[in-house]
């Protein structure tokens, strides 16, 4: 039985060792996508995008970007670092994250990118916010089954105001009228909105709709059902991008009423070419020469210009020096900030420091100052093509 069991063990000794017999494999769980490593379309800019970037700061800008109507130029920025697939941050693997990223995308209009984004996401009825970036896509698409079922799928967040707004519309779509109406009532009692309000009666057939409504996903599928005449309603970018069938357009400028040196310069810069010396030193001497009447004009040409020259003469920055241009509106220590990443060459939080100042400035963008240290942050993190357009966007501006 000894030499047996010994028999054995030989063998079992050389099976295991054998090339054929499998040996236990440590298996690593893969770590899960993060809220930017699945791309919207293709932007150009590198997979090193995020290196360095805040998760805080994430946090704090992607809510603005969803919120608050950008400049052409500032929405342009965003939508191409937001569709930038690329890995993200340290503490980037949130859904939330993932939602707000695609919330923003819908909000300047990349209705493509943000669907790119979420058709690839999972566990969508486990975040309120990834869930309703998903239903505003599906809405604008008139995927109404689909929103639908998010909503009724949702495992969190129910009681939320968008949700049981959502509700309301599929209950009605479904005819199941007294429960929507219960669950209108409990919208608007929680939040009351007026367009919503008179367009839900008017499904419910409590009263006429009144014109279409075309500021989200919602209230586009609302009118849509409705039979609504929307040709004559101001649309938001998504819902415009959506009645299109395509992304936003890149922005134009006419530069055509500049003055004549400033008009070649700044068709220099719409070519991507180098912004020449000469020009920008006789411009930035004529500014401070300037009288009382032209000054802040000149002053502001002149310093954006400047933003785009990564050195400047001695005296060109003397007389810079002495400009007399209202200080910007950006809290010292965002922009203070907003250097220091440049300086680090950290795109991704550059251009999110860049966006929250242009987020704060509304539609019209930010002012002379403030743009001009935007677009050397820009230029300076690698961002050239960007920080050209919030100059010639600002010079067009200065007509």
Same mark, same amino acid.
């Given at each position: ?10 063998? @079992? ?39 360095? +970037?805040? +998760?805080? +700061? ?67 009825? #486990? ?10 896509? *599906? ?5 109404? *089954? ?22 309301? =519309? ?13 669950? =209108? ?71 055509? +009423? ?58 060109? #920055?003397?007389?810079?020096?002495? =400009? ?18 440049? #300086? ?28 001009? #240290?935007?677009?050397?942050?820009? @230029? ?9 357009? =919030? ?9």
């Amino acid at each position: 039985m000894v030499r047996i069991s010994l028999a054995l063990a030989l063998v @079992a000794g050389l099976l295991a060792a054998s090339p054929g017999h499998a040996q236990p494999v440590e298996v690593a769980p893969l770590a899960a996508p993060d809220a930017f490593s699945v791309a919207g379309r293709d932007t150009g800019l590198p997979p090193t995008l995020w290196r360095g +970037t805040s +998760t805080e +700061t994430l946090r704090a800008v992607l809510p603005l970007l969803a919120a608050k109507p950008l400049s052409p130029a500032a929405a342009q920025l965003a939508r191409r670092v937001l569709a930038t697939g690329a890995p993200g941050p340290d503490g980037a693997a949130d859904p939330a994250l993932l939602g707000l990223r695609a919330q923003a995308l819908l909000a300047m209009g990349d209705v493509e990118a943000a669907s790119a984004i979420l058709g690839r996401a999972a566990g969508l009825e #486990r975040n309120a916010e990834l869930a309703r970036a998903a239903a505003e896509s *599906a809405l604008l698409a008139g995927d109404d *089954a689909r929103a639908c079922a998010l909503a009724e799928g949702l495992a969190t967040g129910r009681d939320e105001t968008y949700w049981l707004r959502l509700r309301a =519309f599929c209950q009605a779509a479904a005819g199941q009228t007294a429960q929507a109406q219960l669950t =209108f009532d409990l919208a608007q009692a929680q939040a009351r909105d007026a367009a919503y309000g008179r367009l839900m009666a008017a499904k419910l057939g409590a009263g006429a709709p009144g014109a279409a409504s075309l500021r989200n996903g919602l209230d586009y599928a609302l009118s849509r059902s409705l039979g609504l005449d929307m040709t004559k309603a101001a649309a938001s970018p998504a819902v415009a991008a959506a009645q299109a069938g395509g992304a936003p357009a890149p922005p134009t400028w006419d530069l055509a +009423t500049l003055g004549g040196g400033v008009a070649e310069l700044a068709a220099v810069v719409a070519a991507g070419q180098p912004v020449p010396d000469g020009g920008v030193t006789a411009l930035i001497a004529a500014a401070a020469e300037a009288d009382a009447k032209t000054r802040t004009r000149l002053q502001s040409q002149a310093i954006l210009l400047a933003a785009l020259k990564p050195q400047l003469s001695p005296a060109d #920055r003397t007389r810079l020096a002495g =400009f007399t241009l209202a200080e910007g509106k950006a809290p010292a220590a965002r922009s203070l900030a907003l250097h220091d990443a440049a #300086r680090r060459q950290l795109p991704g939080e550059t251009a999110l420091l860049a966006l929250w100042t242009a987020a704060d400035s509304g539609s019209a963008g930010p002012g002379a100052a403030d743009r001009a #240290r935007i677009a050397r942050a820009l @230029a300076e993190a690698g961002l050239e093509a960007d920080a050209r357009a =919030f100059v010639l966007e600002g010079l067009a501006a200065l007509k």
